[in-house]
Nanobody, 122 residues
């Protein structure tokens, strides 16, 4: 049974915007912190952002602060990543993740989605 499913990836021009979505189970979204990672070809998988389950406390990687926004809708069992001012070097597979806290998700998530491809053209 798939627990986290990403969508919204695709091709976008440099400087453009894209919004990713991740749908999970009601249990996951009522108990866990959610987050996003990305992995570019030849690069390590890197943390992007996380958001807590109840009060929406957010954590962002320095590389995306001011450009990306993470949010969640617990009623819809969905977490979002709004990405603005995208750069070509941000072409990567983007993954949804979950864990017990913002710190835990940023370091070592317990659950992963399968990923969605984002390609930023020049």
């Amino acid at each position: 049974q798939v627990q986290l499913v990403e969508s919204g990836g695709g091709l976008v021009q440099a400087g453009g915007s894209l919004r990713l979505s991740c749908v999970g189970s009601g249990y996951i979204f009522s108990t866990l912190t959610m987050g996003w990672f990305r992995q570019a070809p030849g690069k390590e998988r890197e943390f992007i952002a996380a958001i807590s389950r109840s009060f929406g406390v957010t954590t962002y990687a320095d590389a995306v602060k001011g450009r990306f926004t993470i949010s969640r809708d617990n009623a819809k069992n969905t977490v979002y990543l709004q990405m603005n001012s995208l750069k070509p070097d941000e072409t990567a597979v983007y993954y949804c993740a979950a864990g017990p806290s913002n710190q835990a998700v940023s370091a070592r998530p317990d659950y992963w989605g399968q990923g969605t491809q984002v390609t930023v053209s020049s």
